[in-house]
């Protein structure tokens, strides 16, 4: 095995490594959908459309995934959600 395979081989186990976490958003009877969608856009960096779209999701699912990431990206975004009074957790 060359060095530069294994050098690639190695990075490629690295990535693996890195665990991916999700924000999941649940739906509830108090929060209107512009107020979903402004905090979607102001904490997950969504586009207005995609905030849309999850809000809509949410509300006919029961449940929906915002933001994928590592855990220290994702903790400080799901206290704001919790903050603005979306019942939100990482899984």
């Known amino acids: 095995m060359s060095f530069k ?3 690639s081989e190695e990075l490629l186990l ?3 490594v890195v665990k991916q976490n ?3 958003v649940f739906n509830d009877d108090v929060n209107t ?3 979903v969608i402004e905090t979607l856009v102001d904490v997950c960096d969504h ?3 995609q905030a ?3 809000s809509l ?3 006919y699912n029961g449940k929906c995934t ?3 990431g590592e855990y220290k990206d994702l903790e400080p975004r799901c206290g704001k959600l919790l903050e603005a009074g979306l019942s939100a957790e990482i899984v």
């Open 47 to 49: 586009t207005p459309v």
């Open 22 to 24: 999700e924000i999941v």
């Open 14 to 16: 690295e990535e693996e």
């Open 52 to 54: 849309e779209q999850c």
């Open 66 to 68: 915002v933001k994928t």
């Open 57 to 59: 999701i949410v509300h």
């Open 5 to 7: 395979e294994k050098v």
């Open 33 to 35: 959908f512009d107020h």
